[in-house]
Nanobody
Framework: QVQLVESGGGLVQAGGSLQLSCAAS????????MGWYRQAPGKQRELVAR???????NYADSVKGRFTISRDNAKNTVYLQMISLKPEDTALYFC?????????????WGQGTQVTVSS
């Protein structure tokens, strides 16, 4: 069974920084893309950033220049460094990954970690 476990959320003032981490574990044969989505109250879940196993990266326009995604393939871990945080970044942040296990390729999601930015 594959699990994604996030850490690093919290409460921060506007202009502050946070780093999120997400580690994948279980019967993993290989990991394709990894990334982060977020969902604010009353809104749909949206892509924040994602990175392929080849290192290609996509960011939402709203976070470009402020957020940086990276991954450590040896640790099956993806990171999201967030700076210059704004109140509108407040949301539940979910880790996501496409992983090959004994059951084949599938999308996996973490439980979510709350990021709250106060003005």
């Amino acid at each position: 069974q594959v699990q994604l476990v996030e850490s690093g959320g919290g409460l921060v003032q506007a202009g502050g920084s946070l780093q999120l981490s997400c580690a994948a574990s279980g019967s993993i044969e290989s990991i394709n893309s990894m990334g982060w989505y977020r969902q604010a109250p009353g809104k749909q879940r949206e892509l924040v950033a994602r990175i392929t196993n080849g290192g290609s990266i996509n960011y939402a326009d709203s976070v470009k220049g402020r957020f940086t995604i990276s991954r450590d393939n040896a640790k099956n871990t993806v990171y999201l460094q967030m700076i210059s945080l704004k109140p509108e970044d407040t949301a539940l942040y979910f880790c996501w990954s496409t992983i090959l296990s004994r059951q084949g390729f599938a999308d996996y999601w973490g439980q979510g970690t709350q990021v709250t930015v106060s003005s």
